[in-house]
């Protein structure tokens, strides 16, 4: 059960980065259950940073957010806890960042939440089952409800895509009528900006050559004597 816990923990801890990117290739989303943790220092790599240090705030929000969305995780939350501390704040300041994304996300864009909650929701729960398949392979029930979770996730995977192309369509749409409009009157178009340019470099001229009269009010130039000053003789 502590292999298992500790196992999901280091999945769930990727699963927060994919919330704070959504935008990931349908390979990755497919297939991110299964991948196996990136190991935390290679030569040559980054250095992994620091855990942020777990406060009683932080913990309680994240919690807060696991038994709202995902209450079967939250049992296990509280059974690691007590094996592996260091799992345990790993899992929790994952969690916690995760919340705090989709939060912001929904100040921003109700629709935009609610589809990347019901994917958080996905990848945790694909997350979990494929911890559990690890440590009883020979239980049906849990591959098919795995099976049935990647069904869900390529499903919502589809429909993001679907709904990228229509925008995508929308863009290409408008840039066309844009250069339809362009073509059409190519010859207006250029002659209004030589009116404009011309217009612009005609009244610059003659504001050079006939500079505005000074009026009540106006700073002295430099070369004007300054009010109470004496005129040399």
């Not at 994952?94 to 994304?101: D, E, I, N, V």
């Not at 409800?145 to 929308?170: C, F, K, V």
């Not at 700073?219 to 004007?224: E, K, Q, V, W």
């Amino acid at each position: 059960m502590k292999k298992c816990l500790a196992l999901f923990c280091l999945w769930l801890v990727a699963a927060a980065g994919a919330v704070a990117a959504p935008e990931q290739s349908s390979h990755n989303d497919v297939t991110a259950a299964g991948a196996r943790p990136a190991p935390e220092s290679r030569k040559g790599k980054k250095p992994v940073k620091p855990q942020q240090k777990l406060t009683p705030d932080r913990e309680a929000a994240a919690m807060a957010f696991v038994r709202r969305h995902h209450p079967e995780l939250a049992d296990l939350l509280s059974t690691l806890k007590k094996t592996d501390a260091r799992q345990y704040q790993r899992a929790i300041n994952a969690l916690s960042a995760a919340g705090r994304h989709l939060e912001e996300l929904r100040q921003r864009s109700v629709e935009r939440y609610e589809r990347e909650l019901r994917e958080w929701k996905l990848r945790s729960r694909i997350q979990l089952l494929v911890a559990q398949i690890r440590m009883a392979p020979d239980k049906v029930a849990l591959q098919q409800a795995l099976r049935q979770a990647l069904a869900d996730q390529l499903e919502l995977r589809q429909a993001r895509l679907t709904e990228e192309r229509e925008r995508l369509a929308d863009r290409l749409e408008k840039l066309d009528d844009q250069l339809d409009q362009l073509k059409k009157d190519r010859g207006a178009v250029v002659d209004k900006q030589m009116e404009m340019l011309l217009r612009t470099g005609k009244r610059r001229a003659v504001n050079e050559n006939h500079p505005r009269a000074a009026q009540p009010g106006d700073a002295p130039s430099g070369d004007s004597p300054q009010a109470g000053s004496k005129t040399p003789l």
